[in-house]
């Protein structure tokens, strides 16, 4: 069982910023995918981008390509989701999990996730 730890949400205006974390503690990130998710009030979770262990990006959303990138702290088994010019309808419930893809139905072993709201 591999739960990993979401933080770093918060309330941001629109095209303001946030940097979410992704942590383990008893898995490396370093050798695995690591998928942000998220899920937004009345809608089920989707998937937003991949980070992959070579460094390359998928998007899934196309709405976030060019504002949202993903960063590796393998020093410190985190992976960064940063997130810029930050609109309302970016507002969700934001997860990390070790897979990635548009959706993840399969996948049991969500953390609670952090809360980005945007708005003014």
């Known amino acids: 069982q591999v739960q990993l730890v979401e933080s770093g949400g918060g309330l941001a205006q629109p095209g303001g910023s946030l940097r979410l974390s992704c942590a383990a503690s008893t898995f490396r990130l370093d050798s695995s995918v690591v998928g942000w998710f998220r899920q937004a009030p009345g809608k089920g979770r989707e998937g937003v981008l991949c980070s992959h262990i070579s460094g390359d990006t998928t998007y899934y959303l196309g709405s976030v390509k060019g504002r949202f990138t993903i960063s590796r702290d393998n020093a410190k088994n985190t992976v960064y989701l940063v997130m810029n010019s930050l609109k309302a309808e970016d507002t969700a419930v934001y997860y990390c999990?070790?897979?990635?893809?548009?959706?993840?139905?399969?996948?049991?072993?969500w953390g609670q996730g952090t809360q980005v709201t945007v708005s003014s």
């Open positions: 999990a070790p897979l990635c893809g548009k959706v993840a139905d399969e996948y049991t072993y």
